[in-house]
């Protein structure tokens, strides 16, 4: 298979797209759960902030180069009137401009989050959830899932937003086990990582039964046969990213088990770098695991829709 310039410009624009969701949806989790730690919370703010701009810019990239698809008639295809015209009413039209709203209200929000006037920090954190929420519902507009029915959809909506909630703490929760600045006590420090840790825990539990039960929901519904998973492309997609959330679990398991009681029992920088270490890991597979959904999205689609 060979791609055109389009088609690798929307493949790559939609993988920076599920980075940016995933960043302003955990970054927004993340605010929840470092309440107090200042400096850290001007290090989120502007990491969703980051993630609304990269997702404005590949939500604009992507439907220009679904444009100049569509056109072909080169790279000059992309300001098509006739084109804009046709898909813009469209679904896909409308995914642009609900992701546009979405982004631009989070990059508000994160302006205003660390404004001083706790009116104000409150109307950011209304607009973040906002924000959230449009972008989940987008993921319901387009895709396989809207050709199998509302409950693919719901099912769709509970993994965009469990599935940023996870991968987008990601960077926070680094960025917590390298933060100094909480105090000058290395041990408290290591108390206020855990605790911040043991609470993204719990919620992890959570997180990860929904996790199983959408992507287990979503693979019923989408193939006729489990040995589809073997025996086709869009099945070996699938199972390459099902061994990467399974690799993601283990890690989180390891970090919930091993690396989080070490914090308050062995040397304090030690057990700090070991768990910032292992979590960038943990983000390493994040990143491959929304660069296989993108290829599952864009290039391959299941049997049982074709």
Same mark, same amino acid.
């Given at each position: 298979m060979i791609l055109t310039v389009f088609e690798i410009s929307v493949l790559i624009s939609k993988w920076v797209i599920y980075l940016s969701v995933a960043a302003v949806i955990g970054g927004t989790l993340m605010q929840y759960l470092i309440k107090g730690q200042r400096n850290l919370s001007i290090s989120v703010a502007k990491y969703t902030g980051l993630g609304a701009v990269l997702g404005l810019i590949a #939500?604009?990239?992507n439907y220009f180069a679904q444009v100049g698809a569509f056109a072909e008639s080169g790279l000059m295809g992309i300001f098509d009137a006739q084109m804009h015209a046709f898909l813009w009413p469209t679904q896909v039209g409308q995914t642009v401009l609900w992701r546009l709203i979405g982004f631009g209200l989070m990059l508000v929000a994160s302006g205003l989050r660390l404004h001083k006037n706790r009116y104000i920090k409150t109307f950011s954190a209304v607009l973040a959830i906002l924000s959230c929420l449009l972008m989940a #519902?987008?993921?319901?507009?387009?895709g396989h899932s809207t050709e199998v029915g509302l409950l693919a959809q719901g099912l769709i909506l509970i993994h965009v937003l469990i599935i940023g909630s996870w991968i987008g703490a990601f960077y926070p929760l680094w960025k917590l086990c390298s933060t100094d600045d909480h105090s000058n006590d290395n041990v408290y420090d290591n108390r206020? $990582?855990?605790n911040v840790m043991d609470t993204f825990g719990r919620l992890g539990i959570v997180i990860v039964i929904l996790v199983l039960l959408s992507g287990m929901g979503m693979v019923w519904m989408l193939f006729d046969s489990p040995t589809e998973l073997l025996s086709t492309n869009y099945g070996i997609a699938v199972t390459i990213k099902l061994s990467l959330v399974v690799i993601i679990l283990l890690i989180a398991a390891w970090h919930k088990w091993v690396? #989080?009681?070490k914090l308050t029992i062995a040397t304090t920088s030690h057990a700090k770098k070991a768990l910032q270490k292992s979590i960038g890991l943990e983000a390493l597979v994040g990143i491959f695991i929304l660069a296989t959904t993108a290829v599952l999205s864009s290039v391959l689609?299941? $049997?049982s829709l074709g």
């Open positions: #939500v604009s990239v #519902v987008t993921f319901t507009f387009i206020v $990582i855990k690396l #989080v009681p689609g299941p $049997i």
